[in-house]
């Protein structure tokens, strides 16, 4: 049986940047990021030049073997608020489509018969009508469901078919569709519980990002 193609992924998450807003319900795209790096043993976040802005986790140079489809993979951490994420993750996406891969992802000898050059991209974010902690898969041409931050996207990537998936915060109890109460729900830091649940999530979603890659 001749060996499965896996295309590259670019796996960017959306949330807001710094202390401030770390380990908030509205940067449970970054949370899982991080924890889908620790799952997979990848290097630390380091800035990465060659993707304009903000951080990457790109995998140990032992990891990039023909058979490793997270070999090809480069995990990326908007910097911008997540209200502009458009702009950076434009940014990255075309530079990482240009080239901007490390030398340990570039393809090595007869690693063609094992990968092909389409790059996919996939957007990891929070989704207030996915119960706290679950997965949700959904196409670039689903709607954003009013998330500002995935339509920022689709504004400067209009005929770019990426994939997202949606990690699920929940709504309030009470107040479920007040604008005031669900900004106050989104910017609140995660409970220890909360944050268990959504890190927990890293093999279901290696396991998704697998398939894209195989698909």
Sequence with gaps: MPPVPRH???VASLGNPGPTYANTLHSAGHTLLLAVAQY????PFSGCHDLGKGVALRPYPSSTDAGN??????LWQSPSLMNTSGRP???????WQGGALTPALQPKENAAE????????????????VPLGQLKK?????????????KSVQ???????F????????????????????????LRKMTREEKGRIEGQAKECVDMLTALARS
């Design 40 to 43: 997979l043993k990848y290097s």
């Design 69 to 74: 489809t997270a070999a090809d993979w480069v």
């Design 138 to 150: 959904r196409g670039a041409g689903v709607s954003a469901r009013g998330h500002n931050g995935v």
């Design 163 to 186: 994939t997202r998936i949606a990690v699920g915060i929940g709504r309030p109890l009470e107040g479920r569709k007040d604008p005031g109460i669900i900004s106050q729900w989104v």
């Design 8 to 10: 590259p992924l670019l």
């Design 114 to 129: 094992t990968r092909t050059e389409r790059g996919m991209l996939v957007l990891l974010h929070d989704e207030l009508d």
């Design 89 to 95: 993750v434009s940014q990255a996406w075309k530079a």
């Design 155 to 161: 504004k400067f990537l209009p005929k770019t078919p």
